[in-house]
Antibody, heavy 120, light 111 residues
Framework: QVQLQESGPGLVKPSQTLSLTCTVSGGSISSGGYYWSWIRQHPGRGLEWIGFIYYSGSTYYNPSLKSRLTISMDTSKTQFSLRLNSVTAADTAVYYC????????????WGQGTMVTVSA | QSALTQPASVSGSPGQSITISCSGTRSDVGSYNLVSWYQQHPGKAPKLIIYEGSERPSGVSNRFSGSKSGNTASLTISGLQAEDEADYHCCAYAGGTTYVLFGGGTKVTVL
């Protein structure tokens, strides 16, 4: 059974870089068919798609975050990562990593989520 | 592109059926049959309950069903149960450079 687990700092200062890692256990992230994704949820609000990376390394980003965003993967460690630059309080949210099966917009596996607060 | 539009809340009594709408545009919901729905209990990660508009993953109750008409997708919960009280989120493929849109979420209350 594939499991996803987010890790990273829970507190980031304004203007700094938010970095999170998702570790995938029970499966490989380098096999075809899956888009490895980041999704966030602002407190008390809906979900927001951040972006995903395909097993080939191709990346797809939310246009509103694209200028500050990098998603990468380390297949040897079965991990993929998120880097969001120049953060503000508006980036405070619960961040989830998730798996999109076959690129058909079905996020079928999720991590438990990690809360990131942007504050001085 | 704006987020998809969902009602903030929907309520029903046990045993009743309720429907949650998810309004998009001809560029997203209206163009692709790639709408998914997620159930989220407080403090938990979302769970996929409908994909490709009307398909249920293995293990999801058949009380959940999805449909689409024009630019609006819908999730129906029949035989409402106390455990169905949760937030529900719709999601649609938007193509182009937008790719994925979510709705604002709907809180379902079982009276």
């Amino acid at each position: 059974q594939v499991q996803l687990q987010e890790s990273g700092p829970g507190l980031v200062k304004p203007s700094q870089t938010l970095s999170l890692t998702c570790t995938v256990s029970g499966g490989s992230i380098s096999s075809g068919g899956y888009y490895w994704s980041w999704i966030r949820q602002h407190p008390g609000r809906g979900l927001e798609w951040i972006g995903f990376i395909y097993y080939s390394g191709s990346t797809y980003y939310n246009p509103s975050l694209k200028s500050r965003l990098t998603i990468s993967m380390d297949t040897s460690k079965t991990q993929f990562s998120l880097r969001l630059n120049s953060v503000t309080a508006a980036d405070t949210a619960v961040y989830y990593c998730a798996r999109d099966r076959d690129g058909n917009n079905a996020f079928d596996m999720w991590g438990q989520g990690t809360m990131v607060t942007v504050s001085a | 592109q704006s987020a998809l539009t969902q009602p903030a809340s929907v309520s029903g009594s046990p045993g009743q059926s309720i429907t949650i709408s998810c309004s998009g545009t001809r560029s997203d919901v209206g163009s692709y049959n790639l709408v998914s729905w997620y159930q989220q209990h407080p403090g938990k990660a979302p769970k996929l309950i409908i994909y490709e508009g009307s398909e249920r993953p293995s293990g999801v109750s058949n009380r959940f069903s999805g449909s689409k008409s024009g630019n609006t997708a819908s999730l129906t919960i029949s035989g409402l149960q106390a455990e169905d009280e949760a937030d529900y989120h719709c999601c649609a493929y938007a193509g182009g450079t937008t790719y994925v849109l979510f709705g604002g979420g709907t809180k379902v209350t079982v009276l």
